[in-house]
């Protein structure tokens, strides 16, 4: 069982930036898949990036590729999403994702543990 929380959400302007991160519980940690998804209003949750278990491989979303990084420190059970140059359009509630198997997956439905989700809201 992995237990997940996000933090660092916020109200941010245009072209700034923010750092989330997603505290996991669990001593298998090092060994998921993570990935970071995003829901706006009125719209379906979203793949934005995930990162495998020893963080060699990652992959991004076409809309937040150059601006979003995500990386991972196993010996904290974290991983963060840095986000530059924020749009009005990146305003959603961004959840973190975990799971045991291996390798890069873009699905929800593939991921077997959730967060509760942190606020951004990037104002014009």
């Known amino acids: 069982q992995v237990q997940l929380v996000e933090s660092g959400g916020g109200l941010v302007q245009a072209g700034g930036s923010l750092r989330l991160s997603c505290a996991a519980s669990?001593?298998?940690?090092?060994?998921?898949?993570m990935a970071w998804f995003r829901q706006a209003p009125g719209k379906e949750r979203e793949f934005v990036s995930s990162?495998?278990?020893?963080?060699?491989?990652?992959t991004y979303a076409d809309s937040v590729k150059g601006r979003f990084t995500i990386s991972r420190a196993n010996a904290k059970n974290t991983v963060y999403l840095q986000m530059n140059s924020l749009k009005p359009e990146d305003t959603a509630v961004y959840y973190c994702a975990a799971d045991p198997g291996v390798g890069i997956r873009r699905q929800k439905n593939e991921y077997a543990y959730w967060g509760r989700g942190t606020q951004v809201t990037v104002s014009s």
């Open positions: 990162i495998t278990w020893g963080g060699g491989t990652t």
């Open positions: 669990g001593r298998t940690f090092s060994r998921y898949t």
